[in-house]
Structure formats: C-alpha cells, structure tokens
C-alpha cells in the first residue's frame, strides 16, 4: 500500500554519486513548510524529502495515532516507496525524539543522525498528565488559544514577526484531533537515553541558545551521550533555531552533511 503522507521530495537529477538524501522531520504542532528554508538551501544539490506527519498538515488524521511508533512506521513506508535506501535524518522537538525511534527501528539505513532541539528521556509520571490534560484541551478549544500562549517559546521574542507568523500559522492550521493524539502517544513513548550510546553513525546535536522547552544542557548531555557527534548551540534563538537563525542552521548542517557525505564509498567505476 501506497504511504498516505503529505510531503516534499526535491532535489537536483542524480549524478554518477549523488549526495546523500536529506529526511526532515518536523516537530508538533508543525507541518512540513517549517523545513522550508532548508528545502531551499539543500535541495540545489541533494535530494531532500519532508513528509506531514500522520494527523499534521496535508496527511489526514486518521487513521489516528495511538503507537509513538507509528511515526517511525510511516517514516520507513515513505521512503520504501520513494526508493530511498539510505539518507540522513534529521528531527527537531518531537521530530527528533522520532528520528530516534527510526534509529531505533531501522539503524541501517540511517548514514547520519540530526538532532534538534529535543531530549531523549521518557516522560515523567506528572509530563503524562500533563500532555494528556493539553489533548484535552486542544479538542475541547481548539488551536488557537494554545497558539497564542506558546508562540514566544516556540520562538524567541525578538525573532523576526515573519517567522512569528509562520509558526503561529503552523500551529493554528494544526487539526486539534492529529495534535492531541500525538500528545497521549508522545506521553508513552519509550525512553531513548541507552539507544544514543549505541548510536554508530556521526550525529549533529543542534539547539537554541535560549530554548526553554529543550534546554542548552539537555543538548550538552545527548551530545556526551553519542558516540561521534558535534554540538552547535545558536545564539539568539529559542526553540526553532532553524526557522530563527536559518543561515547559521544551515552551515551547521551543511558542514555535518559534507562530512557524512565524504564517508559514502564512490560509485565511479574502477580504472582500467
């Protein structure tokens, strides 16, 4: 069966070597247009893929999500149906907590490993209650109240009012059915803390500066955690530093990608 995601699949004509392909995986309550300056930086030369997670932007809510996992699941089919065997994966906020649990799933096919503005730990007894409470709300109210309330943590106060628009219209275009199904599935998701010292591929650690969902310290301890891995903390962002500061995302992703790509054996054919 065919994947029902919504998503993106740009990119240049392949070449004798292709660069590896890039997977973005968006955060809640987002959709995939929070890659879009990322999709105009990497597409000019790698094949860059962003998918709408189940329940978010253009893929349909149903069937609902009740499996974290379910997340890493439609990730695997997408690319088995758009034939990509091996790529780096990035996730920011919930979408690196699900770019963990591909890890987790499907390690092989996974060259490098980017991880934004996320933390690895399972939730807290009282952050279940919480998240639960939170779904209860966005079905009773809706998004726009939730929207309002978040938007200077999502982004830095002092972020452009483009950017602010961009985020608080992400968030309000959210289906408050997709958003709180994965609020009760993210509250039960496994903890990802022992998998990050498993971790046999180079990763990027990434975070704002002054991100207070996901702090500075979170990222220090995912970082030690890793095996291989960089950290790049951006200065006067908060909690979407690739929206916020795109410039400075992207060289930091694009020196992490030259790297894994250098790694990738060439397919030129031998010298006779």
């Known amino acids: 069966m065919a994947p029902f995601l919504a998503y993106e699949d740009k990119g240049p004509v392949p070449s004798r070597r292709p660069l590896v392909p890039l997977v973005l995986v968006h955060g809640h309550p987002f959709d995939r247009t929070m890659w879009a300056p990322q999709l105009a930086t990497f597409a000019a030369t790698r094949r860059v893929i962003a998918p709408d997670l189940r329940g978010y932007g ?5 069937p609902p999500l009740t499996d974290f996992s379910q ?4 990730i695997e089919a997408l690319l088995d149906e ?3 065997e091996s790529f780096v994966l990035a996730g920011l906020s919930m979408g690196g907590q699900i770019a963990m649990d591909c890890y987790r799933r ?11 503005d996320t933390f690895p730990a399972a939730e807290t007894p009282e952050g279940v209650r ?23 943590r999502m982004v830095a106060p002092y972020a452009p009012a483009e950017v602010k628009a961009h985020v608080h219209r992400m968030m309000t275009a959210t289906s408050p059915e997709g958003a709180a199904a994965a609020l009760r599935a993210r509250a039960r998701r496994p903890d ?10 180079p990763a990027l650690v990434v975070v704002g500066a002054d991100d207070t969902y996901t702090p500075v310290s979170d990222a220090r301890a995912m970082h030690a955690a890793l095996p291989d891995a960089a950290l790049h903390v951006i200065e006067g962002t908060a909690h979407m530093p690739n929206l916020e500061r795109p410039e400075e995302f992207d060289r930091a992703l694009g020196e992490f990608l030259a790297r894994v790509d250098a790694r990738q054996p060439s397919t030129a054919p031998p010298r006779l």
């Open 82 to 84: 758009l034939g990509v």
């Open 130 to 152: 919480t998240r639960d409470a939170m779904a209860d709300r966005l079905l009773r109210e809706g998004m726009r109240g939730y929207a309002d309330e978040v938007l200077e």
């Open 58 to 62: 253009a893929s349909p809510v149903t």
């Open 192 to 201: 990802y803390a022992a998998l990050l010292t498993r971790v046999g591929v």
């Open 106 to 116: 499907f390690p092989g096919r996974i060259r490098g490993l980017v991880l934004a």
């Open 71 to 74: 997340f890493a699941r439609d």
